[in-house]
């Protein structure tokens, strides 16, 4: 009887198993794994930790993507004219007003600004506080002066600025200072100072389109640099703009684009120049080349795709660059391309050109460069840019004939006195306005 109850107690636990087996198997049935994430009917998804970095979409976020993003190719004006306003750069954060104090026959002779201050400060309640560390060695003499004029000579000699704290007494020394320019109401000068600050390397420009403002920091090689553009602005009378598109151009076939076809299909007379780079090659175009018919002679021979479009301006004789990245439609190979022109509008042996350098760069170096004097109304098309130029991997699916090309469009915009007859210029078009630029 023993072995009866044994037996059928044996038998009961082995079901037992069987249906937890059963049952653990049917839990496992309706699991999906997907990239270490266990994901079911009831369950949510599990994504590893990111680090605290700026999505992409909110990187890329500019409110002026609009103005430098967009080209009117129907409208565009090749020649412009603007009126002149005034632009005024002021120092913030400079405190109180110092003391009402005089000095005379004061000398310092190769001792840091915070000594100079120190010693000329000796005897007063006024003390001097290095908020940073100030080495440069400065030599000089005072005859005569207020303590605010004594104490402006003094930083400007170290490369230092100060602010005065009344409550405390105090003269807060720094090697950097905080600006703002107010700037014309116009976009396109407010685009060439912007464009100009960039391509001077000034960082972190804290633009206010409303009230027509820019605040940035800086030392005095900063401070020197943005004078100088905005005194350019104000003497030269002209900048330069520069409005292009980009394209990646796919071959139809297993052969590179023949541009020697380029020729027969315009004519030589609007291919002016042909001009070798180290990688690629600029031409310079008629105005009968232009963005439709040059896409229109791409697409018999390829497929045709428009990585990015915008404008940038300068001051004449300054540099700037366009960022092909912040413009693009999407990522792309390409998008790490930066385009920097220098450029300057004037005599060129005896003819008016704008002489441009067109300099092609990535995150490993300068790709190409190509120096490039033409007419007002002539256009420039870079081709022979392999796109193989931007492939990191060892392999592709890119076709090796596929190419970058550049198309751009130089134009000039003359700044003329405000107090001209608005008759006499804002009406004249063509050879008319070309007439008054040149006198």
Known sequence: MQKILLYIMTILVCA???????????????????????IDEKSVPIFPK?????????????VELPMRCTVDWDNQAVVSVVREEKIEMVRLGTGDDLPDLSVDQYKFKDVTVAAA??????????????????????????????????????????????????ETAEIH??????????????????????????????????????DKTVVFEGDSQTEREVSRIIADIASKKYMLAWDMDVYRVY???????????????????????????????????????????????????SNVVLISQGTFSIPNGWQ????????????????????????????????????????????????????IPSSIGDNYVIIGIPTHSFVTTPETLISPFAELV?????????????????SNVDDLVGDELRDYLNK
């Open 251 to 301: 071959p139809k076939t297993d052969n590179p684009i023949i541009w020697m076809n380029l020729l027969p299909a315009f004519g030589k007379h609007n291919v002016k120049m042909s001009i070798p780079g180290v990688v690629g090659r600029a031409l310079v175009v008629g105005p009968e080349i232009n963005t439709k018919t040059l896409q229109e002679f791409l697409s018999q021979q």
């Open 406 to 422: 550049v198309f751009m469009s130089p134009r000039l915009v003359s700044i003329v006195d405000s107090k001209a007859d608005k």
């Open 320 to 371: 700037s660059k366009f960022d092909i990245g912040q413009c693009s439609k999407e990522d792309r190979l390409e998008t790490d391309l930066i385009i920097g022109a220098t450029g300057k509008y004037g005599d060129y042996g005896g003819y008016q050109k704008i002489d441009a350098k067109i300099v092609l760069t990535t995150k490993y170096g300068e790709l190409t460069s190509f120096n």
């Open 117 to 166: 201050l120190n010693k000329l400060l000796d005897g007063t309640d006024v003390s001097v506080v290095a908020d940073e560390q100030l080495v440069e060695k400065i030599s000089g003499e005072v005859a005569s002066g207020t303590l605010t004029d004594t104490v402006d000579l003094i930083s400007k000699m170290g490369r230092a600025y100060y602010s005065y704290d009344a």
């Open 173 to 210: 020394l720094k090697h950097r200072a905080k600006w703002m320019i107010k700037m014309p109401k116009d976009e396109a000068i407010i685009m060439a100072l912007l464009d100009a600050m960039h391509g001077a390397d000034v960082r972190n420009l804290l633009v206010n389109w409303q």
């Open 50 to 62: 990111k680090a605290a970095l700026t999505t992409d979409t909110a990187q890329r976020f500019s």
């Open 16 to 38: 037992g198993c069987q249906r937890a087996e059963n049952t653990m198997q049917q839990q496992f049935d309706t699991v999906q794994v997907v990239e270490n994430m266990v």
